[in-house]
């Protein structure tokens, strides 16, 4: 077809679409065990550390797998790599529907469906190579928001293990699996302008550079803070508020809904005033959520400050990738694949922080100060870098709303 050998700058939206449903489905998957978590406890008897380390091992697992599959992204082709991960997620689905519910079963199951996590430093960047500088923010905002993935299964998986038992969900998920790997295949496609990525050496240069640590730390506040809690709120809003299951899986999909749906958003606000500009303010905002939710308010107003702190985290994750891909042109999927895998670690980090600090202390209060302390200083080192790197320019934005959008 014509369309897959324009030059990149021009863009390709069935590659675009294809990565959307790629890193949906993937979110969907990652999360699932999250969505699970409340029947998966109650079944295998889990105490409150035990919940928290088998939502959070697939996030872990997931993250480190970014790195590898970056560097495979960039060598061999996004098409290829975002196939083989798609094939493999059948394994641990289909070993998770057979297998018991002994704890290093779960675990077993966890990390292999980790991989799904990996689906960051493959569907991003090939959907990014099509499109030109200027457009980074609005389309990897675009791509990026498959993470609305994790919404749908914690609005259908608590109400499908209702019926059918949480072992059988993990088999029901194989069907879209399906779809989209085959849909994947047909529509996505290797931008021409992509090449074969640069030398190994370029690689080891690359993680040198302080600029993709810094990006590493406010990605682990930023995406670490919304998959964190998409994966652990189930357990959260049962064990705090002692909601239904299905109820938990609500008002943890409203929360990841919002917070999703406006990651587009922060890339495009990021593209027009400045992804360091936006990301200060946001971070800011997050500190100050996660203080007010230390409280622990009644169920009604602590559901409006996640519902905040989750739409100030998605257009964070927006804004960060943004910065990405402009400061590291050459090297997308190195540098996709290194910020995401730390910021998924700070996504292991959260729920394990959480479920030890209610272990210890009999309240998540702690754990919620202690976030905020963290986003806290994340939005001081960002002022300071901002302030001393001439490289993190404020001026990267595009000259027309309209404009960037109908290049896509």
Partial sequence: MMSDLRPAKAGHRPTLIACFLHFDLSFMLWVLLGALGIYIAEGAGLGPAEKGLVVAVPILSGSL?????????????????GTAILAFLFLPLALGWLAGESLPALLGVGLMLGAAGASFAVALPLASHWYPPERQGLVMGIAAAGNSGTVITNLLAPRLADLVGWHNVLGLAMLPLAVVLAVFVLLARDSPSQGKGP??????????????????????????GYVGLSSFLPIFFRDEYQVS??????????????????????????????????????????????????????????????????ACLGMANGA?????????????????????????????????LLSQVKQAGGSFGTGFFALAVVAAGAAVSLHVLAAAQQGWRLSWHTSSPAEAVEEL
């Fill in 245 to 310: 299951p299905v109820t938990a899986g609500y008002l943890t999909a409203l929360a990841a809904f919002v917070g999703s749906g406006l990651r587009p958003l922060g890339g495009y606000l990021a593209d027009r005033v400045g992804g360091v500009r936006l990301l200060s303010v946001l971070l800011g905002g997050i500190a100050a959520i996660y203080a007010l939710g230390g409280w622990m308010p009644a169920l009604g107003p602590m559901v409006a400050l996640l519902v905040c702190g989750m």
């Fill in 199 to 224: 030398p190994a050496a370029s690689y080891l240069a690359a993680l040198r550079q302080a600029d993709l640590w810094w990006f590493c730390l406010l990605y682990s506040v930023t995406f670490g």
């Fill in 320 to 352: 960060v990738f943004q910065l990405v891909p402009r400061r590291f042109e050459g090297q997308i999927g190195l540098a996709t694949g290194v910020v995401g895998a730390v910021g998924g670690v700070g996504g292991f980090l959260l729920p394990t």
């Fill in 65 to 81: 797998l970014r790195v590898p599959l970056g560097l495979l992204s960039d060598r061999l082709g996004g098409k290829r790599v």
